[in-house]
């Protein structure tokens, strides 16, 4: 029982830091008409719940690409597609009326359960939906009339913002509307990368038939910038597949400005929850800048940085810093954080002389040892110290020697360090002096 109760108090203070960073931020939701008819789909809605219970703000698109095609199939209507886009006919408009309006009743629904005994009770969603997007007809391309398929010419987003502001979840159906009154077809998932960044939303989510974006070798890739995502879409060679439409938006998302574009498994029960509240989530995801943000310490990053230094003073790897000495000395720290949590700092003391440095404190959250975070810390400090004329790098080190000298570090004697470094050095540690030529 102390060690069920210990693992789930670890795990809930693990999440606590995700809850402050998405309260308040909009999140845009796409999925499927086949995620609506699975079996997960009142676990996704429990989820979404939750999300809002926590002051998310949530715009969901719903596609129902399948269910169209099913009633045309049933009146013989024939399928018309071209460049991969159909051409929708006022009969096959018909259908698409017919399934987005049973789709989105159907949606709405759902978010309305209020069981007891279920992630549900007592939540009293509000669903919101409206003519918030207008459109034009996509006209004529290659020769081809595409009738009733749209694109978006505009974005509603004040009414949007407004009713998100009353915490509203917005429910979005792949329809717009033209000032002449007509309806149009619309791609769900371009139409939620439009209100993604229409709407400067922190987050972009696809909940796919698919774990994520793949390498070459099938081995899921969790994150990547959106020129990498590009690299690697092209590579594959294979554009004609719903998967590619999706990361084809994904990407254009991330260009114009989403910070964080997410490709979740839907199939997966949770995994919406296990991708935003976890470090490295369920799924890709691709990001406008890279994900882990390195920057200079302030003041404020003190308790973090304690955090992630402390277990490694106990296990006498560091030097002990008290807060004091933190506060004194913050101005020489870089750390590296990940959605907010610090997962690695170091520290450069410039010498009196100011042709050498010690480099001091390099460290990295056990979650990510091995994964070139202490080598993208150690290079940013290089460049930083060559940046202001410092032409050698000491460090003294007890542990990593073997790390440093791959790196190219070599040996050094203790007088080779000024004077002043010199009487400060704790003989009980013993730590060995290692250099590395930054210039000639």
């Known amino acids: 029982m102390v060690t069920e109760t210990l693992q789930f108090a670890e795990w809930f203070r693990s999440t606590t830091p ?17 995620a609506v008819a699975s079996v997960n789909f009142t676990s996704l809605v429990h989820d979404l719940a939750l999300l809002n219970s926590i002051g998310i703000r949530l715009v969901l ?14 009146r013989k209507l024939t399928l018309h597609y071209h460049n991969g886009l159909r051409v929708t006919t006022a009969e096959a408009m018909e259908c698409v009326k017919e399934s987005v309006g049973q789709l989105g009743i159907e ?35 290659d020769g081809v009339d595409y009738q009733y398929t749209g694109e978006i010419r505009r974005i509603d987003v004040d009414a949007i913002n407004e009713r998100l502001k009353s915490q509203e979840i917005i429910l979005v159906p792949p329809l717009g509307y033209s000032i002449t009154g007509e309806i149009f077809n619309l791609s769900a998932s371009e139409l939620a990368a439009r209100l ?27 994150e990547m910038t959106w020129q990498d995502a590009e690299s690697v879409l092209w590579s594959s060679g ?40 976890t470090r490295d989530g369920a799924g890709t995801m691709i990001s406008s800048m890279p994900y882990d943000l390195v920057r200079k310490a302030e003041v404020d990053d003190i308790g973090g940085l304690l ?36 997962i690695g700092c170091v520290a450069l003391y410039p010498f009196p002389d100011g042709n050498g440095a010690e480099l001091a404190c390099l460290a990295v959250h056990p979650d990510y040892h091995r994964s ?3 080598e993208q810390l150690l290079s940013q400090l290089e460049n930083e110290a060559g940046a202001v004329g410092i032409q050698r790098l000491f460090i003294l080190t007890t542990h990593a020697e073997h790390w440093f000298l791959e790196r190219g570090f070599v040996h050094a004697d203790l007088d080779d360090l000024p004077v002043e470094r010199k009487t400060l050095y704790n003989y009980q540690r013993n730590s060995k002096v290692l250099v590395k030529q930054l210039s000639g």
């Not at 995700?18 to 086949?34: A, E, N, P, S």
């Not at 992630?308 to 954080?337: A, C, D, N, W, Y």
């Open 61 to 74: 698109v719903y596609g129902s690409r399948h269910c169209i095609e099913h009633r045309l199939q049933d």
């Open 372 to 374: 070139g975070r202490g």
């Open 196 to 222: 993604a960044v229409s709407l400067q939303a922190d987050k972009l989510i696809y909940l796919l038939e698919a774990e994520g974006m793949c390498n070459g070798q099938g081995k899921l890739i969790r």
């Open 238 to 277: 294979n554009t004609d597949n719903d998967q590619y439409r999706y990361f084809r938006a994904a990407i254009e998302a991330a260009r114009h400005g989403v910070d964080r574009v997410h490709l979740v498994d839907r199939r997966r029960d949770g995994a919406l929850l296990h991708e935003l509240f």
């Open 107 to 141: 949606i709405a629904a759902r978010l309305s359960m209020g069981l007891g005994n279920t992630p549900m009770s007592n939540a009293r969603l509000r669903v919101s939906s409206g003519n918030f997007i207008i459109a034009k007809p996509l006209g004529v391309i």
């Open 307 to 342: 955090e992630l230094i402390m277990p490694l003073e106990q296990q006498g790897i560091l030097v002990e810093r008290s807060r004091e000495k933190l506060e004194l000395e913050i101005e020489h720290f870089t750390l590296m954080e990940r959605d907010g949590v610090i």
């Open 18 to 34: 995700y809850i402050r960073i998405h309260r308040g931020k909009t999140f845009v939701i796409q999925f499927d008409d086949d």
